[in-house]
């Protein structure tokens, strides 16, 4: 029993890859996603804490970097499967919980059991920290299926995973982060003169068309 193990195993998320089973030019691994998405997470507190908001730096920073380190223990599910019902998504939810728990009880000391049960349960909430982590990592999720689409990979799951990825983005508008993302890092990302992809310009303002006719 050690924080060794735990450790040890930080170097294995660099061995398991995001979005299995699908060809594609650039692999991620869930070490780099988190990573990714506890960056993108600062931003976007930024974002919120510009516009006034009382952002806990602490529980932000602990629930981005920390937020699929189950997945040591179940791999990445592919986002439609592990989306497709409310009931799946709970079993998932259940099995990783359950297997997080048993490595905590197994590998780490108990005077660091507590702290880390909360560190490592889903921080995915209603609270604006829980808020910018579901923005954030669904942003991160965009850029991978975008960077694909942009090397023209044929496959038709990343235009999927890119709509559903703004799709769930947007319904965070009311944020002011999320706003400054539509309005001005969105704008830039469809605007580039590499990206002449029109059938993602397609999707993107017809999604935001949507929006602003909600």
């Keep these: 029993m050690g924080i060794h193990k735990?450790?040890?195993?930080?170097?294995?998320l660099e061995g398991i890859f995001r979005c299995p089973g699908v060809f594609k030019y650039q692999e991620h691994s869930v070490a780099s996603h988190s990573f990714k998405v506890a960056t993108i997470a600062q931003f976007l507190a930024t974002v919120e804490a510009q516009d006034g908001k009382t952002v806990d730096w602490k529980t932000m920073y602990e629930r981005a970097i920390n937020h699929d380190y189950s997945e040591l223990f179940t791999g990445d599910i592919k986002t439609p499967v592990k989306y497709a019902l409310p009931k799946l998504r709970e079993l998932?939810?259940?099995v990783?919980?359950?297997m997080t728990q048993e490595f905590l009880n197994k590998e780490?000391?108990?005077e660091f059991r507590k702290v880390y049960e909360g560190r490592f349960k889903e921080g995915k909430d209603s609270s604006l920290e829980?808020?910018?982590l579901s923005v954030a990592d669904k942003i991160?999720?965009?850029?991978e299926a975008y960077g694909e689409i942009q090397k023209g990979n044929p496959e038709p799951l990343f235009f999927q995973i890119y709509k559903e990825a703004l799709a769930s983005i947007i319904k965070f508008k009311d944020m002011a982060a999320v706003q400054y993302f539509i309005h001005v890092i969105l704008e830039e990302m469809i605007n580039e003169e590499i990206s002449s992809h029109q059938k993602i310009k397609a999707i993107t303002k017809r999604l935001l068309a949507g929006e602003s006719s909600e």
């Design 92 to 94: 998932f939810s259940q």
């Design 108 to 110: 780490f000391p108990p």
């Design 96 to 98: 990783e919980g359950s």
């Design 130 to 132: 829980g808020r910018i």
């Design 140 to 143: 991160d999720l965009l850029y």
């Design 6 to 12: 735990y450790f040890q195993s930080l170097s294995d």
